[in-house]
């Protein structure tokens, strides 16, 4: 797992920034304690983790999805840190 800081640059946004570190968008929001988008010259604390994105899909739940990767839903929450699954939100299934 990598840990760094990264400074913001001109038009990245939290969903461009996820997709570069290949992290959730969540995963991001939560270490930095965001509640609204980023302007260049921020500085975040990136967290890369190990696992595979998957976005999650129409009446896909946390029991559903943990049975299709035989992962536990508890540690997809907790790596996570989310308690519910919508449509198209990214999350990190653990290894």
């Not at 129409?58 to 996570?80: G, Q, Y």
């Amino acid at each position: 797992m990598k840990k760094f800081f990264y400074r913001v640059g001109k038009g990245e946004t939290v969903i461009s920034l996820a997709a570069k570190f290949n992290v959730p968008p969540i995963a991001i929001i939560n270490a930095n304690g965001l509640c609204g988008e980023v302007s260049e010259g921020d500085v975040l604390f990136i967290e890369e983790t190990g696992g595979k994105i998957y976005t999650v899909q129409p009446f896909d739940t946390l029991i559903t999805v943990a049975e299709k990767f035989n992962a536990s839903p508890e540690e997809i929450v907790r790596v996570n840190g989310v308690d519910y699954l919508f449509y198209g939100l990214k999350i990190i299934i653990p290894e």
